[in-house]
């Protein structure tokens, strides 16, 4: 059964800190991997999604996130935090070229950015 | 202004009574989804319909319900059979049934049972 694991629940740093925050899934075939923000008082949206091409991908507010097929890793990076990053971040996976439209949610990391 | 509202936003019963979660998206979206949030647990599917008149259990279904009558609307029944009914509830949209479609979120409704 497809799963996915955040390792860090919660990560605190301080503006201008570099940020990579973990995932690695589980699933043989092939996937599709997301990762999705909850700004605090705010809906969960889309910060980036791969679903083939190219590895790294680049999504909203300066994150990027790089599918490492070997690994089974999809971590989240950005070079420079800011206090406006403050926010849970989720990492989710579904079977890629698939019909069924399940996604499958990591338990979340939250961030704290220090001012 | 397209998007999804969920109603009410917080929530509270009764044990031992049902009550229902309303869903609403003008997104023209075939794909609707609920979820429950816990702290530390992430989100957790309870229903999913791809279509109107089909739904599929997610992986918590036990203890809930829903309808799809109408292509924008998905309401979750919560029963009373539902053990630990407190917690924070998510609809999702999504344009198709296929996997790599992004899914879009409500504001979420904060069940507390008292």
């Known amino acids: 059964a497809q799963s996915v694991s955040q390792h860090n629940h919660h990560v605190i740093l301080s503006e201008a800190a570099s940020l990579e925050l973990g995932c690695n899934y589980s699933y043989g075939g092939t996937v599709n991997l997301f990762w999705y923000v909850q700004y605090p008082g705010q809906h969960l949206q889309l910060l980036l999604k791969?679903?083939?091409?190219?590895?790294l991908v680049k999504g909203i507010k300066g994150f990027e996130a790089e599918f490492i097929k070997s690994k089974f890793s999809f971590n989240l990076r950005k070079p420079s935090v800011q206090w406006s990053d403050t926010a849970e971040y989720f990492c989710?996976?579904?079977?890629?070229?698939?019909?069924?439209?399940?996604?499958?949610f990591g338990s979340g990391t939250r961030l704290s950015i220090r001012p | 202004d397209g998007g999804i509202t969920q109603s009410p936003k917080y929530l509270f019963r009764k044990e031992g009574q049902n009550v229902t979660l309303s869903c609403e998206q003008n997104l023209n979206h075939d794909a609707m989804y609920w979820y429950r949030q816990d702290p530390g647990q992430g989100l957790r599917l309870i229903y999913y319909s791809q279509i109107v008149n089909d739904f599929q259990k997610g992986d918590i279904a036990e203890g809930y319900s829903v309808s799809r009558e109408k292509k924008e609307s998905f309401p979750l029944t919560v029963t009373s059979a539902q053990k630990n009914p407190t917690a924070f509830y998510l609809c999702a949209s999504s344009r198709g049934g296929d996997s790599y479609n992004e899914q879009f979120f409500g504001p979420g409704t904060r069940l507390t049972v008292l």
């Open positions: 791969y679903f083939s091409g190219d590895p």
């Open positions: 989710a996976t579904s079977p890629g070229y698939s019909s069924a439209s399940k996604i499958i």
